[in-house]
Structure formats: C-alpha cells, structure tokens
C-alpha cells in the first residue's frame, strides 16, 4: 500500500548543490507590504510561508537563509503584521506572512491583517506554492483548516510544513504524520509531499530549500 502525503524525499546531490547555491546567495529584505496595492510586480517566482501566530515562520526564513535575524521572529505571537518580501537572487521572492488564529492583538488590527492575509492568499497570481506551517506539537487544527479550504477555493497548490520536530519525542511523529495525513486528504490543493523541519536542528531544511529553488 502507498502512503499518501509521503515525507519528501531526500534531495538528491545536484538538486541539492542548487539550493544550496541560491540560498548561499543574496538574499534581501525588500519591502513590507500593508495592502495589496503594494505588492512588488508579478515578475518572478513566489512563495510564501503561511501558518499560525508562532508556529516558526519567520525562524523558517532565517534557518533557510542561514541569517539569524533576516525575518524578524519572536516569542511574542503577532510578530510579524505585514506581508514580508524577501528577493533570492533575481528569480524568487520569499514572503513571509503575519500569523493566523492570534486573538490577543485589538480586535480592529487583527481583522486588517487577517483580511489582508486572505486576499493575498486567495488573489496572488504569481504564488507558485504556499508552504503552510503546522506546529507539529499540535497538527492540523480548525484554523489551519480554514486557510488550506481557501487555498483550495482558489486553486494555490500548498505543501504542508511541520515545524518544531525537536520539540516531539520521533516516537511520536507517526501519530501526528497520520493526524495530517487524514486532515490533507479532503484538500484538492495540498501538494503530495509533507516536510519534517526543526529551525532550531535544521532537520529539512536542506529538502526544502532545494524544493524552492528547483522549482520552475
Ligand atoms: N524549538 C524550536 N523553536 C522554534 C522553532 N521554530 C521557531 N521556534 C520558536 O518559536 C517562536 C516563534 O517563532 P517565529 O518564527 O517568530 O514564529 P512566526 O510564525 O513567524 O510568528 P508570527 O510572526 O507571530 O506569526 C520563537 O520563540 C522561535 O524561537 C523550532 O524549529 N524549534
Ligand atoms: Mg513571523
């Protein structure tokens, strides 16, 4: 029997040697973006990291590009509250998202953000993938539900990302795999392949970044 959503596999030497090269690279901050108006032109390939408040998106970015502080990550949820573009090399942009389900933040500020989240998720041509981030501690809760049924509705292929493994006991992984595996299985969008990552270990890591940037 094949197991759905397999864990990707282990990049092989050339792919690799290309991720390598374009996070090796120059890797920029661009621009934060605060209404859709100021998106950067539609000119290259994108990507984003979407997920909920603190499950390690911005630690993501900065464990991909090797730079401890490139995208801004903190202990306090609601960290990130602007579209974060970041340029790899002249053919990617990397955008880090502001968090989803964080409800500690006024009322009137969460819902400009959220809105704003949804319409770039749900109207960015360009967006080649979302990695959507799942706390492996926890798997795939109703809010992420949420987002991953909007990814669906408009046809943006996402790949589930699991963050945190050093945070678990690797006895526990299979239970919270199949928790996923179920949850994916009425997603029409989620692409076929889940990622294992610790940002703290640097567990996938590498298969991620040669993900990114063998990706045409
Ligand atoms: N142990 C461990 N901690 C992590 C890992 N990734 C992130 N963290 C911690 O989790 C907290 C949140 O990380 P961020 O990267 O700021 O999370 P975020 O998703 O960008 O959060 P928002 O911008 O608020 O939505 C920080 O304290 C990180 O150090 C990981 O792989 N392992
Ligand atoms: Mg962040």
Redesign the pocket.
């Given at each position: 029997m094949t197991i759905p959503f397999p864990l990707a596999p282990a990049p092989d030497d050339a792919s690799r040697e290309k991720g390598r090269l374009m996070f090796a690279g120059p890797i920029d901050f661009l621009k934060g973006v605060v209404a859709m108006s100021g998106l950067p032109p539609a000119d290259r390939i994108e990507v984003c990291f979407a997920?909920r408040?603190?499950?390690?998106?911005?630690?993501?970015i900065n464990a991909l590009t090797g730079r401890k502080a490139l995208?801004r990550?903190?202990?306090?949820?609601?960290?990130?509250q602007e579209i974060n573009y970041f340029t790899a090399g002249d053919s990617h942009y990397l955008v880090?998202l502001?968090?989803y389900g964080?409800a500690e933040a006024p009322v009137a500020v969460v819902a400009k953000w959220q809105a704003l989240l949804k319409s770039y998720l749900g109207g960015r041509q360009t967006l080649r993938r979302a990695f959507v981030?799942i706390d492996m501690r926890h798997g795939i809760k109703k809010v992420d539900d949420e987002i991953l049924t909007l990814l669906d509705r408009s046809a943006v292929t996402f790949q589930v990302v699991l963050?945190?493994?050093?945070?678990i006991k690797t006895s526990e992984h299979e239970a919270i795999l199949s928790q996923v595996r179920g949850a994916l299985q009425k997603h029409p969008a989620a692409y076929p392949e889940i990622i294992v990552?610790?940002?703290?270990?640097g567990d996938g890591i590498e298969t991620l970044r040669t993900i990114i940037a063998t990706m045409v």
């Open positions: 997920g408040s603190n499950v390690g998106k911005s630690s993501l995208a990550a903190s202990n306090t949820p609601g960290r990130t880090d502001p968090g964080y981030l963050t945190k493994a050093d945070k990552t610790s940002s703290e270990k």
